[in-house]
């Protein structure tokens, strides 16, 4: 295939026209010791973010299911507020955390709401 310089020329023409100067500019002239060093230091911010993104989204296997360990909390609530049980069950952390009650329980609580 031949270039065609005056084609390209005239492309080059239109796209300086339409998006202006910056366009058509090699980005290999705008760049520096100081833009690499800005580039390097912002990919390490946004590599940081995402570490730190992918470690709070991770998951833990619970009896099948697959919770976010977000929802774990680091003062762990251990004894049932109903049946004052100790639990060592990973599926009872759970439901202490967000029902303050045991497994056990909230399967009570739901069958008395059914029947009452």
Not at 21 to 47: G, M, R
């Amino acid at each position: 295939m031949k270039k065609d310089l005056n084609y390209i020329q005239a492309l080059e023409k239109a796209i300086k026209e339409k998006y202006g100067e910056q366009a058509t500019i090699n980005p290999k002239q705008l760049w520096d010791e100081s833009t690499e060093k800005q580039y390097l230091e912002s990919v390490k911010i946004a590599s940081k973010k995402e570490y730190n993104n992918s470690i709070s989204q991770e998951k833990i296997d619970v009896d099948g299911l697959l919770i976010p360990k977000k929802l774990f909390n680091k003062k762990e609530l251990k004894e049932c507020s109903m049946c004052q049980i100790y639990s060592f069950n990973k599926k009872d952390d759970l439901y202490l955390n967000k029902f303050k009650v045991c497994y056990k329980c909230y399967l009570c609580k739901l069958e008395d709401k059914k029947d009452g």
